[in-house]
T-cell receptor, first 109, second 116 residues
Framework: GQNIDQPTEMTATEGAIVQINCTYQ??????LFWYQQHAGEAPTFLSY??LDGLEEKGRFSSFLSRSKGYSYLLLKELQMKDSASYLC??????????WGAGTKLIIKP | ETGVTQTPRHLVMGMTNKKSLKCEQH?????MYWYKQSAKKPLELMFV???????ENNSVPSRFSPECPNSSHLFLHLHTLQPEDSALYLC???????????????FGPGTRLLVL
């Protein structure tokens, strides 16, 4: 079967750095997405990786290793507004998105 | 504001009611999706419409009936639901066929449904 694994919950301190990991086993690979979802709101697109390596976008970076079936989302200079759930999703060989259950990130002052 | 709107935002219905959820996208996309999101579970894809044709129906019970009259509008008709259908229903849209990386899905705020 197809599977996306990410931690259920993480806690970090304001101003610090946090890394949210995502491992996947899918039938084929056509890109990996990270979304942010605040409670009661729509998931919003953060990043897309299809080639190995690091993609940096301001305070957020996303890394992909296709050979290891692994990605991480790195958040720097954490702010209270970064408290949210972070969803990892992989597009499989049928171009269907397979979703992880999300990682709830709690930021403490 | 992602360019995808959904109404209503909240809905409470009895098991014998009939209601409809509406989604509209203002992004010029050609594919639209219905997802179910339950607490601590991955998003579950329910239906996909690509160029107004239904291309996916992931074993969804017949008490959920989608309708896509044009590429900007998507409905989910609900009838005789069960309490376990209570969840957040999300609509999304994307532009398919525009090249790798262009198929990012953009979500609406969702309808929080409670079935009593």
């Amino acid at each position: 079967g197809q599977n996306i694994d990410q931690p259920t919950e993480m806690t970090a301190t304001e101003g610090a750095i946090v890394q949210i990991n995502c491992t996947y086993q899918t039938s084929g690979f056509n890109g990996l997405f990270w979304y942010q979802q605040h409670a009661g709101e729509a998931p919003t697109f953060l990043s897309y990786n299809v080639l190995d390596g690091l993609e940096e976008k301001g305070r957020f970076s996303s890394f992909l290793s296709r050979s290891k079936g692994y990605s991480y989302l790195l958040l720097k200079e954490l702010q209270m507004k970064d408290s949210a759930s972070y969803l990892c999703a992989v597009r499989d060989s049928n171009y269907q998105l397979i979703w992880g259950a999300g990682t709830k990130l709690i930021i403490k002052p | 504001e992602t360019g995808v709107t959904q109404t209503p935002r909240h809905l409470v219905m009895g098991m014998t009611n009939k209601k409809s959820l509406k989604c509209e996208q203002h992004l010029g996309h050609n594919a639209m999706y219905w997802y179910k999101q339950s607490a601590k579970k991955p998003l579950e894809l329910m239906f996909v419409y690509n160029f107004k044709e239904q291309t996916e129906n992931n074993s969804v019970p017949s008490r959920f009936s989608p309708e896509c009259p044009n590429s900007s509008h998507l409905f989910l008709h609900l009838h005789t639901l069960q309490p376990e259908d209570s969840a957040l229903y999300l609509c999304a849209s994307s532009k398919e066929g525009g090249g790798v990386g262009s198929e990012t899905q953009y979500f609406g705020p969702g309808t929080r449904l409670l079935v009593l």
